[in-house]
């Protein structure tokens, strides 16, 4: 065997690779420190956009483009380190989605994963199924894959939502499927809210019942912020605060007590005002969106400020912080659902 680092090993070595390269072999030994981390390293960096700019860019795009052209009028949040990849994290993909009064964004349905978190606007609905959910601000409303869905806004002002989608975990399994309906807008089969009046209060109907129609996998598709705002204030009231989290609760399917979506995890805060988390990193790469209040996320460091409707990414193993100059309210969603399926969700509390 030739010296180690020798100039003979080294001209041998790239001569051998030259020729296993036609026939797509590489040496794992030239790159095994780069594949198995001591501690994950993401490509992604931590970003901050501005409701105010997105909503600036998303109006003037109205004025070009429709809807229906468009087929979604969307401005996709791209993380500086994923240029061209149209992911906000290596596992997920985030944009603001535009529907103007009158519009329809036509119906269709995908292998991949959605939620869409209500910015502003009331009035405007999603359809799932031929179910409308009618949204309203920071109300969590979901498309499970390859459910059938278009949007509508009969109201006479705009409506602004975030899409947070798996496209980029789907596309690493090479794995989308995709339908468009040949009708604009999916015929009504029961009326607004039928799902939430069946499964959104910790019932259901019984098992076998014709009254059971949902998916037995995914029955409940829209979380109001009513609710959910109501729920988290008197939790935040009786309840214990956790040092790394403030008050938390996570959005859960009621089908099985888990996350969400099958890919995708998510969950809201309350840090009261002149509180500040400890330091926590999670495995998870994250999207945050301000709902109330005013403060900052100190991640790595680098200080945040947050107003509402900012929204924030913070990838994998980032060391963040909260703190609150107001009582703050904060949405996120993750990819966490999916590490917790693999066994590779870590996370570490100073």
Not at 148 to 173: A, C, E, S, Y
Not at 282 to 297: I, K, L, N, Q, R
Not at 342 to 348: G, P, Q, S
Request: glycine share 6%; with cysteine.
């Amino acid at each position: 065997m030739l010296a180690a680092g020798s100039n003979e090993q080294q001209v041998l070595l790239q001569d051998l690779y030259d020729r296993m390269a036609p026939e797509g072999l590489t040496p794992l030994w030239e790159v095994l420190h780069a594949l198995v981390l001591n501690e994950p390293s993401s490509p992604a960096v931590v970003h901050k956009w501005s409701y105010a700019r997105m909503r600036e860019y998303l109006m003037l795009a109205g004025d070009l483009i429709s809807a229906e052209q468009a087929e979604r009028r969307v401005l996709i949040l791209e993380n500086p380190g994923l240029v061209g990849q149209s992911a906000v994290v290596p596992s997920l993909y985030a944009g603001l989605q535009l529907i103007l009064p009158g519009e329809i964004a036509p119906c269709h349905r995908h292998t991949q994963c959605a939620l869409r978190f209500v910015m502003e606007g009331d009035g405007a609905y999603t359809t799932v199924d031929g179910e409308k959910a009618i949204m309203r601000p920071f109300d969590l409303v979901l498309t499970p894959n390859m459910q059938w869905h278009d949007h509508g806004n009969p109201t006479q002002k705009p409506m602004i939502w975030l899409d947070g989608l798996d496209i980029p975990t789907v596309r690493l399994f090479d794995a989308s499927f995709a339908e468009r309906l040949a009708e604009k807008v999916h015929p009504e089969t029961v009326p607004a809210g039928d799902t939430l009046n069946r499964y959104g209060a910790n019932l259901r109907p019984l098992k076998g019942s014709k009254a059971d129609r949902r998916p037995a996998s995914q029955p409940l598709f829209h979380y109001p912020f009513q609710q959910w705002r109501h729920n988290l204030v008197e939790m935040a009231a009786n309840a214990d605060i956790d040092p790394h989290l403030g008050h938390a609760l996570e959005f859960i399917n009621p089908a099985d007590g888990g996350s969400v979506m099958p890919t995708i995890s998510a969950h809201v805060r309350l840090i009261p005002a002149g509180f500040e988390t400890a330091p926590r990193r999670s495995s998870d790469g994250s999207v945050f969106v301000v709902v109330e209040g005013e403060g900052t996320a100190l991640v790595n460091g680098e200080e945040l400020r947050l107003s509402e409707r900012d929204v924030i990414t913070i990838p994998s193993w980032n060391e963040v912080r909260f703190a609150a100059s107001q009582d703050l309210i904060l949405f996120a969603f993750s990819d966490k659902a999916s590490q917790e399926k693999l066994n590779l969700y870590k996370e570490h509390c100073a």
